[in-house]
């Protein structure tokens, strides 16, 4: 959780971009301001239950990252989003391997995960999701370019992101990476088929979520906790143990205290894991001292922070955002980087939590990627398109309604 200084600095940079958005014309899908507004909510709530003032911060900056990330969707193509994102990962991840390799007081982590890169983060696993991120975006560059130079860059990108997230010893990011790139493939399949005009589209993603559905079915029926109330638990899968690190743990607390109003709105926002509800609450049990400060499952932080209530509001949005997806007539590259990407972003929150972040770079993704889909479809299906005016073209529209202004005095 960022402190109230982090806050006000990323909030200066923020500001400073979104004075420079404002010299340019631009359009965007109303659909995305809720977004805010539903962070906004979130931090209604938590002043409900003595929440702190301080969450104000989250919702500004939140609400700037979906001006910047809307003005990026409308500005900027997504092979030319995916080209950037990739070359400042990629420098990003080059540095954390300086750091983990020549500074390794600063960059290697020490005691119970001690030998395991964490790079300039505080945790490993953060640098582990990092490398899990530029995997995915490695795959998918190499897929959506023609030329060689490109593909042979992706390719060393991807096996440095592997080599990084081994070095981390994060498994869930490993995972994560692993599988996502994997439905790389799987959905440049899809893209072909369903554009395949002897092919009907509604009932081979009709099938598609059938199989994805009873695949999913099987997997739970075949699942059960282990250790739980343990730093070392997880679960069994078809008789295969997973490591959960204490996660299953954290999340069987955060749901048994869903109770009376909690379970309807929740406890707001980033007002649940506090100090505060540590001691009112009493600890975690199997895990000592031990506090977290999110569900490590954004699905799960969603409900505690926002109840039935803004659980139902938050799944309304991503349905509406996958049909969207139908009515946007998207090309290949927009196609397999949006499913890819909401892959990762729905089997990342699994084990992380990125759903009410606000200034974290998977939120910001995936904030692009819903104003790119509210915009095309937006477009394709004339829907409400709010189109923003520069600063200049405001000037002028004064300066003309002063002009006629200052005329009809004369005439009087």
């Known amino acids: ?30 659909v995305v301001i809720f977004l ?39 500005k900027v193509s997504a092979e030319e989003f995916l080209k950037l994102l990739v070359v400042s990962l990629f420098l990003l991840l080059v540095f954390n391997v300086v750091l983990a390799s020549f500074y390794p007081d600063v960059g290697v982590e020490a005691g119970k995960f001690s030998g395991d890169w964490k790079g300039v983060f505080d945790q490993k ?8 991120l530029l995997m995915v975006l490695a795959t998918l560059l190499f897929i959506s370019v023609r030329d060689l130079e490109n593909k042979i860059f992706a390719f060393f990108v991807f096996v440095s992101a592997v080599f990084v997230v081994i070095n981390s010893g994060s498994r869930t990011g490993f995972a994560t990476g692993v599988l996502t790139s994997v439905l790389v493939l799987f959905f440049c399949l899809v893209y072909k088929v369903i554009k395949d005009p002897e092919v009907n589209a509604k ?52 749901v048994q205290h869903l109770q009376g109003a909690h379970l309807w709105v929740g406890y707001g926002l980033d007002n649940f894991w506090t100090t505060e509800n540590f001691r009112a ?6 895990m000592g001292d031990f506090y977290p400060e999110d569900s490590h499952n954004g699905y799960i932080d969603i409900l505690i922070q926002g109840g039935v209530l803004g659980a139902f509001f938050y799944g309304t949005f991503i349905v509406f955002l996958l049909v969207s997806v139908l009515r946007a007539n998207l ?27 606000s200034t974290n770079i998977v939120n910001f993704i995936f904030i692009y990627l819903s104003a790119l889909v509210f915009l095309k479809s937006g477009k394709n299906r004339c829907g409400w398109i709010l189109k923003v005016s520069s600063v200049k073209d405001i000037k002028i529209f004064g300066f003309a309604l002063l002009g006629k202004s200052v005329n009809r005095t004369r005439v009087l």
Do not use: H
């Open 36 to 74: 805010p507004i539903f962070i906004f909510y979130l931090f209604l709530i938590s002043l409900l239950f003595e929440g702190e003032l301080t969450a104000l911060a989250k919702v500004v900056a939140l609400s700037l990252i979906v001006v910047l990330a809307s003005f990026c969707a409308y």
């Open 125 to 132: 696993n953060a640098l582990g999701r990092l490398s899990a």
């Open 203 to 254: 009932v081979f993603v009709a099938v598609l979520f059938f199989e994805a559905f009873s695949i999913g079915v099987i997997i739970l029926s075949n699942m059960e906790a282990v250790n739980l109330y343990s730093g070392n638990d997880g679960v069994s899968v078809f008789g295969q143990f997973i490591s959960l690190t204490g996660r299953l743990t954290i999340w069987e607390y955060a």
């Open 281 to 286: 609450l009493g600890a975690i049990d199997g």
């Open 331 to 357: 090309n290949f590259v927009e196609f397999i980087t949006f499913f890819t990407f909401i892959s990762f972003f729905m089997i990342s929150n699994i084990s992380e939590s990125y759903t009410t972040k």
């Open 1 to 30: 959780m960022l402190s109230i200084e982090q806050y006000s600095t990323m909030l200066m940079i923020l500001l400073a971009l979104l004075g420079f958005i404002t010299l340019s014309k631009w359009s965007v899908s109303p």
